[in-house]
């Protein structure tokens, strides 16, 4: 049964640092390309960051890049995500998402592509 969940949300003030992580299994996590995603309270999930099996390439949405960082430690079967500089504009629950690829240097950025999903955490920035 595969399995993500995510952990290391909470209630935080602007300006500070965050690392999220997301434990997996029940799949092969080494072969999986990987994202997080994010929904803001009334507003459609986005996309957030995205690492491939290989960790050669990431991706950023702009409204993140310059002050995150997405990383992947295959022998813990873990997908992380550092945000500094924290935004009000950042709170949202988080998700991560695996997908297998058929390249491990593939980087998925669509959602509608991702088959596997955790519950979410939730980040609360204050001002």
């Known amino acids: 049964q595969v399995q993500l969940s995510e952990s290391g949300g909470g209630f935080v003030q602007a300006g500070d640092s965050l690392r999220l992580a997301c434990v997996s299994s029940?799949?092969?996590?080494?072969?999986?390309?990987l994202g997080w995603f994010r929904q803001a309270p009334g507003k459609d999930r986005e996309f957030v960051a995205a690492?491939?099996?290989?960790?050669?390439?990431?991706y950023y949405a702009d409204s993140v890049k310059g002050r995150s960082r997405i990383s992947r430690d295959n022998a813990k079967k873990t997908v992380y995500l550092r945000i500094d500089n924290l935004k009000p504009e950042d709170t949202a629950v988080y998700y991560c998402?695996?997908?297998?690829?058929?390249?491990?240097?593939?980087?998925?950025?669509?959602?509608?592509?991702?088959?596997?999903w955790g519950q979410g955490t939730r980040v609360t920035v204050s001002s």
């Open positions: 690492i491939s099996a290989s960790s050669i390439n990431t």
């Open positions: 998402a695996s997908k297998r690829a058929l390249s491990d240097t593939y980087v998925i950025r669509d959602q509608n592509s991702y088959r596997n």
């Open positions: 029940g799949f092969s996590f080494s072969s999986y390309a």
